[in-house]
């Protein structure tokens, strides 16, 4: 199952992304992800994308389609994977199609306001990239990743101006490719505003596999 999760940042993509690698089993490629791989160990790709993103800007589309054509080369993407956070421009979305046949897009309906809040309280380990939040989500130890004991740290993009520029770049750059996509058959709306359980229900409903 080839799948692709649209969304607004918050939209909870990485937190169900996570579920859907138990649940389909196979692997999540998150391309906000393996930007931050690369800024932590700053080889020439983390430098290059390190301000642009912390500003809440998009890193250029040549940069952004290559990483995933070198990830979605690799053997463990050939038989399915769970693409977030990418396509997030219609240039992106065209080249795409022209090395992937995707077979559903999810498309992650939040309001500007639930984005805002589960951003500004959003929580991430270093060590594993697992998601937590303050509130929501909480880690049974405050500094700590439940999944492997790695520091949490609050992403540079998680600070308000850079939410409000990203919620502004999401309008504005990714917003077409949900028509983009329904215009084709593939776009599935969830609802992502209930809790993470109910949402991983309605993922199953809409792959058909409950
Ligand atoms: P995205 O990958 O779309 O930016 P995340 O999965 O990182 O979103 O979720 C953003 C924040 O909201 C995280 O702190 C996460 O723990 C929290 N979150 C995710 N899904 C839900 C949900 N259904 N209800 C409440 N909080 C959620
Ligand atoms: P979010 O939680 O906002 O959905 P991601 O972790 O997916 O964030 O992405 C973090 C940042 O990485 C983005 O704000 C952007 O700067 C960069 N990025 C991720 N995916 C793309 C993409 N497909 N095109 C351009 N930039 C991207
Ligand atoms: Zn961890």
Aim: net charge positive; with cysteine; proline share 3%.
């Amino acid at each position: 199952m080839k799948l692709i999760f649209l969304g607004p940042p918050g939209a909870g993509k990485g937190t169900l992304a996570a579920k859907g690698v138990e649940i389909c089993h196979i692997p999540h490629i998150s391309t906000g992800a393996l930007f931050r791989s690369a800024i932590a160990i700053m080889n020439p790709l983390g430098s290059k994308v390190k301000a642009v993103i912390e500003e809440g800007r998009l890193v250029d589309d040549e940069t952004t389609i290559l990483l995933v054509k070198e990830r979605l080369a690799q053997k463990d993407a050939q038989s399915g994977y769970i693409l977030d956070g990418f396509p997030r421009t219609l240039f992106q979305a065209k080249a795409l199609a022209a090395f992937s046949a995707v077979d559903k897009v999810l498309n992650l309906e939040i309001s500007d306001a639930a984005a805002l809040e589960r951003l500004s309280g959003r929580r991430v380990c270093r060590k594993c990239g697992a998601n937590f939040h303050i509130t929501f989500n909480k880690p049974k130890h405050e500094h700590r990743c439940d999944v492997c004991g790695g520091e949490l740290f609050i992403r540079k993009d998680d600070r308000e101006a850079a939410i409000r520029e990203r919620l502004e770049v999401y309008r504005e750059q990714t917003l077409p490719l949900i028509e983009y996509y329904r215009n084709q058959g593939l776009l599935v709306d969830i609802d992502g505003q209930g809790l993470v359980d109910t949402v991983v229900t309605n993922f199953k409903k809409a792959l058909e596999i409950c």
